[in-house]
């Protein structure tokens, strides 16, 4: 379980608790900012634009992702309220972009600490060496989540993203979501997608980072 992370490696337990819970966060609030953007209030109605996680993951996905390192968030959105042909693909696609957006600064901020760290006269400390560590694991992390959310299944990003691309594939999510089909299909998805989606990740970060570096 992922909570014997606290006591064999906690550095690597807070690392990830902070950067999911941070990225989550930032995610559902893309989703919230380009709905708005497009015409649907329902997240400021509901109040859900703040920075609180338990607004955007709640009590059950925090305790999930302390003792299984799962977590899950949400953003209310009324589809019907959206404005434009793609505006329900465009709300999709703000939680992997901003998934993208956090690696790619993170690891910005490692590249340059990397390549001039040297100078500032603190890179072998304790504190240098946990916070380069946790620019790694936001870089890694959100890479993976991008990843994961593009997955056109539901619930996830990809799925609204297809389906306000694709009209057959839309009914086709409709008859699987009437027959519990779904379900069963995330749950494949979700049971065998790590065996591609963390190497991806990890690939994709140290490209980037390799990239930013210069090497």
Same mark, same amino acid.
């Given at each position: ?9 906690p ?27 497009r ?20 009590p059950l ?89 593009? /997955?056109?299944?539901?619930? #996830?990003?990809g $799925?609204?993203?297809?389906?306000? +691309?694709? *009209?057959?594939? !839309?009914?086709?999510? %409709? ?7 779904? /379900?069963?299909?995330?749950? #494949?998805?979700? $049971?065998?997608?790590?065996?591609? +989606?963390? *190497?991806?990740? !990890?690939?994709?970060? %140290? ?9």
């Amino acid at each position: 379980m992922f909570i014997e992370e606290l006591w064999n490696n906690p550095r690597f337990f807070w690392a990830v608790v902070v950067t999911v819970v941070v990225s989550i966060c930032l995610h559902e609030l893309a989703h919230g900012l380009v709905a708005i953007w497009r015409g649907d209030h329902t997240p400021i109605e509901q109040h859900r634009l703040a920075p609180n996680p338990l607004v955007h993951m709640g009590p059950l996905s925090l305790i999930c992702l302390l003792v299984s390192g799962i977590a899950w968030g949400a953003m209310p959105i009324d589809r019907t309220r959206l404005r434009g042909r793609h505006a329900e693909a465009l709300v999709a696609l703000a939680g992997p972009v901003m998934n993208v957006l956090i690696a790619v600064v993170a690891l910005g901020l490692r590249a340059i600490w990397q390549r001039f760290g040297h100078d500032w006269g603190f890179t072998a400390t304790t504190t240098a060496r946990d916070l380069k560590y946790l620019l790694w694991i936001f870089g890694y992390v959100n890479f993976g989540l991008a990843i994961f959310n593009m /997955i056109p299944v539901p619930p #996830l990003d990809g $799925s609204h993203i297809l389906a306000s +691309l694709s *009209p057959g594939y !839309d009914r086709l999510i %409709q008859t699987l979501s009437m027959t519990g089909g779904t /379900i069963v299909l995330f749950i #494949l998805v979700f $049971s065998t997608s790590g065996k591609f +989606l963390w *190497p991806a990740a !990890d690939a994709a970060a %140290q490209k980037v980072l390799d990239f930013m570096v210069g090497r």
